[in-house]
């Protein structure tokens, strides 16, 4: 074999090595989820992370009732008993696994930051999470498959406003309103619980509030109001706010059972609506979950009287200036840049080149 023929030779070993050695650190660029739509955490997961963080004083869970398939909702309250009663819950839809994270973010802050601002609302306002309306599917409809081709899309099948529809469709709204279980829990908690204001939160359509256009106009007004002035203070651009009417959606049938203020929530365009990496989950904490939060504050302070003191509550008047949208968030998950998945790959790469050229001047040279 000739000198240029075992420089070709080491010359293919060599890039063959390097290859693998790009391959197998490939993954430490990657983002923590292996696969960008694959959620940060499975629903068994969430539901433990959400009976972790309400256990704690002044915060309870309760089962609400029960899925198709057996599985109980869960149901997560904080608060003052004596005060104005908040609910909001989010996937309602299984697949919108971001909403049900900005409601964890929510419901985190809240009950942990010990911010002025969050212990005013947990003084004047009680406030209830559903978290996971949709426990048993991760597509959009309930696993009620023995009915339709994807289950039942259970913001389809309430009473307001309900209508007939394909049953081959990822939207079917069920054979009947109110036909599933879920459905039905959800009418009995609105009945039950008894709130001023209900928000459904889901994701893929916005960033929008579509509220229901038979909600008092009056409460609409000074909330809406409101949560622009709070937002503004957190260096946010609030919600654009839209009036529409029902098609079987939860809301409608909120309205109907005496929930004065009611409306859905598109939390993130559906550009971002299903994607799962870090950058996207920075921005369900300084982006979306603020704008959240904002509404939450703004339904809280309703309940506030002119002298500072709500119904039955004793406390300090909600500040005006609520400071930068991130600053007080507690982080689930370190979202600092991780500049050693990027390094790290290169300075192997580069230590292994220095070493097979080094090896190779002492074969062919010594």
């Known amino acids: 074999m000739t000198e240029v023929s075992v420089r ?19 993954p430490l660029c990657s983002s923590k989820s292996d ?87 947990l003084e004047s306002s009680y406030v209830m999470f559903l978290p996971m ?29 309900w209508r007939r529809g394909d049953p081959n469709s990822d939207t079917y709204p069920g054979p009947y309103p109110c036909s599933e279980s879920e459905t039905k829990a959800l009418r009995a908690l609105f009945q039950s619980f008894k709130p001023t204001f209900y928000v459904n939160l889901h994701v893929g359509a916005g960033p929008v ?68 990496t870090d950058e996207v989950y920075q921005k369900l904490v300084t982006i979306y979950e603020p704008r959240c939060r904002a509404l939450l504050i703004a339904q809280s302070q309703y309940f506030w009287s002119a002298d500072g003191s709500a119904d039955g509550v004793d406390g300090e008047v909600l500040p005006d200036t609520l400071g930068d949208s991130s600053s007080d968030i507690p982080y689930e998950k370190d979202m600092n840049f991780e500049w050693w998945r990027v390094v790290t790959p290169f300075m ?10 080094s090896l190779n001047k002492y074969r062919f040279w010594s």
Request: overall charge neutral; hydrophobic content about 40%.
């Open 209 to 276: 509030i579509f509220y229901y256009k038979e909600s008092n106009s009056s409460v609409v007004e000074q909330v809406f109001s409101a949560m622009r002035t709070i937002a503004s203070s957190m260096n946010l651009t609030p919600y654009r706010t839209i009036p529409i009417g029902s098609e079987g959606y939860a809301i409608g049938d909120a309205y109907d059972l005496g929930i004065p203020f009611t409306c859905m929530i598109e939390a993130v365009g559906r550009n971002e609506a299903w994607i799962y």
């Open 348 to 357: 192997i790469l580069i230590l292994a080149a220095i070493s097979l050229i």
């Open 35 to 121: 696969n960008i739509y694959e959620p940060y955490y499975t629903k068994a997961q969430k539901l433990e992370m959400w009976k972790t963080l309400f256990n704690r004083t002044n915060c309870s869970s309760e089962i609400i009732g029960y899925t198709f398939l057996g599985n109980p909702i869960y149901a997560f309250i904080c608060g003052n008993p004596r005060g104005g009663r908040i609910l909001w819950d989010a996937e309602i839809h299984g697949s919108e696994e971001n909403a049900g994270m900005i409601l964890y973010l929510l419901a985190e802050w809240l009950v942990t930051s010990n911010t002025s601002v969050a212990r005013g609302i």
């Open 133 to 161: 309306v949709n426990y048993d599917s991760t597509m959009r409809c309930n696993s009620n498959t023995s009915i339709g081709k994807y289950g039942v899309d259970l913001n389809r099948n309430f009473l307001n406003g």
């Open 8 to 26: 070709y030779y080491m010359l293919k070993k060599n890039f063959t090595f390097i290859l693998i050695i790009m391959l197998a650190t490939f």
